[in-house]
């Protein structure tokens, strides 16, 4: 019996070690999702816009 207790003890850690790996993954994917989110949303228009210019000073040279 105790051999039994033992194999499952280990079964019960080895699962919640697996939910708290795969807990952690989706949380780091929900952050990455979230920074990228606000890349987009609030950095790049502010790089668009020196960009955008310089394109205009280039094309006006030629």
Same mark, same amino acid.
Request: aromatic fraction near 4%; charged fraction near 20%; include cysteine.
């Given at each position: 019996m105790t051999q039994f207790g033992d194999r499952l003890c280990? %079964? /019960? %850690? =080895?699962?919640?070690?697996? =939910?708290?790996? %795969?807990? /952690?993954?989706l949380l780091m994917r929900s952050r990455m999702v979230q920074l990228a989110n606000t890349l987009r949303t609030q950095v790049l228009p502010h790089l668009q816009r020196p960009i955008s210019r310089l394109r205009e000073q280039h094309s006006l040279k030629n």
């Amino acid at each position: 019996m105790t051999q039994f207790g033992d194999r499952l003890c280990r %079964l /019960s %850690l =080895l699962v919640v070690a697996g =939910l708290i790996f %795969l807990h /952690s993954i989706l949380l780091m994917r929900s952050r990455m999702v979230q920074l990228a989110n606000t890349l987009r949303t609030q950095v790049l228009p502010h790089l668009q816009r020196p960009i955008s210019r310089l394109r205009e000073q280039h094309s006006l040279k030629n």
